[in-house]
């Protein structure tokens, strides 16, 4: 097992990634859910909540239907080939721990869910293009669940907005603006108007009505 010490954050791209789910149950799904949008996912069990049937028959997610008690290594071994990462989600602690000792035969990743494994999966905000990961390396899921709650009701849905409207004005200001230091100083006055993030309440027009105004304050006086 991974040294806890030894844990880093990444984002990374799944795009074309195999991850393998074992199980069909609560916890297979929410992982599938996690998963399904970004990687090929592939989800192995006997039965399969009504979620993830939902998922397959949408081609969100590849359903394998197999008796895993009954399983062979082998068979365990073909569902596995070419995995990214590997969850063993089933209600069997024996069986998770042999699908685990079987994924790290071939050096795949596993995230362990009765267990810390090589992967930790972590609580996930999003709100576009803005991601945070939440995450106490399994000491305290009350902790990790606090924590999210928190961030929820600061981090609103008007930072994806935010990120869109900066990404914007980025553009626009390497036309306008040579300084680099002074572009920077601008795109904070935006971040950090009341009367934008008060804009995106009535449209993203709205706000970028008032960000391209102080842009334009500024570079009066800067002419000056």
């Known amino acids: 097992m991974a040294e806890t010490n030894n844990f880093l954050p990444l984002m ?6 195999k991850i ?4 069909g149950g609560s916890v297979g799904e929410r992982k599938a859910k ?3 949008g970004c990687a090929d996912t592939l989800v192995a069990s006997l039965e399969f909540s009504q979620d993830l049937q939902e998922l397959g028959a949408s081609g969100q997610v590849r359903l394998v239907r197999l008796d895993l008690l009954t399983a062979s290594d082998s068979e365990l071994r073909e569902l596995i080939s070419g995995a990214f990462l590997v969850i063993p989600a089933t209600s069997n602690f024996e069986l998770n ?9 071939s050096d795949i990743l596993i995230n362990q869910v009765d267990t810390l494994g090589s992967v930790v999966i972590p609580s996930v905000i999003k709100r576009g293009d ?3 990961g939440i995450s106490t390396l399994g000491h ?7 924590t999210r709650r928190q961030i929820e009701g600061l981090v609103t849905p008007e930072y994806s907005d935010m ?6 004005l980025r553009s626009y200001l390497k036309k306008h603006v040579a300084e680099q230091r002074e572009r920077k100083a601008i795109l904070w006055k935006v971040l950090e108007s009341e009367a934008v993030w008060d804009g995106f309440s009535e449209s993203y027009e709205k706000a970028a009505e008032r960000a391209y105004a102080i842009i334009s304050s500024y570079l009066e006086h800067s002419d000056r």
């Open 97 to 105: 721990q042999k699908i685990t000792a079987i994924a790290r035969e």
């Open 130 to 132: 803005l991601v945070i």
């Open 34 to 36: 996690l998963f399904s």
């Open 140 to 146: 305290s899921p009350a902790v990790s669940k606090y």
């Open 20 to 23: 393998v789910i074992f199980g």
């Open 12 to 17: 990374l791209d799944l795009s074309g990634r």
């Open 163 to 168: 990120i869109r409207l900066q990404d914007e």
